[in-house]
């Protein structure tokens, strides 16, 4: 995939089977820590360990960010193109910078 450059389907298949793996391996991994703890403290006699629940509007907020992380790629890209045009510079080097911009801005 890498020397080709090219992604075909089943690659970009395999590559999203190897992504739901890891995820998994990551769940089970945190559930097992959990049932451990749980264990810890029944045997320690500090009561019994409380289920965390995740509170509903958290399931909103996930929706919502991944609707307005799109809405501001779409923005971004639009506006690289504009300000190539208008600069009269290679859209590449415009790019190069604003992925440059974007991927420092957070660190600071």
């Known amino acids: 995939m890498v020397m080709d450059r090219v992604y075909s389907l089943s690659e970009a298949l ?8 890891y ?3 990551a769940i089970s991994v945190e559930r097992t ?7 810890a403290l029944e045997a320690g006699g500090g009561g ?7 509170d509903p509007l958290v399931y909103l907020k996930l929706v919502l960010s991944v609707f307005f992380l799109y ?5 971004t890209v639009v506006s690289v193109v504009k300000l190539s045009e208008i600069a009269n510079i290679g859209t590449d080097i ?3 910078s604003a992925v440059a911009l974007g991927t ?3 660190e600071l």
């Not at 019994?48 to 995740?54: I, M």
Request: glycine residues 2%; aromatic residues 8%; positive net charge.
């Open 14 to 21: 395999l590559c999203l089977a190897c992504f739901l793996v």
């Open 23 to 25: 995820l998994l391996y």
């Open 33 to 39: 820590a959990d049932e451990a703890k749980a264990r």
């Open 48 to 54: 019994h360990p409380t289920k965390r629940r995740l």
């Open 71 to 75: 809405i501001g790629a779409n923005y």
């Open 94 to 96: 415009i790019a190069a």
């Open 104 to 106: 420092s801005l957070p």
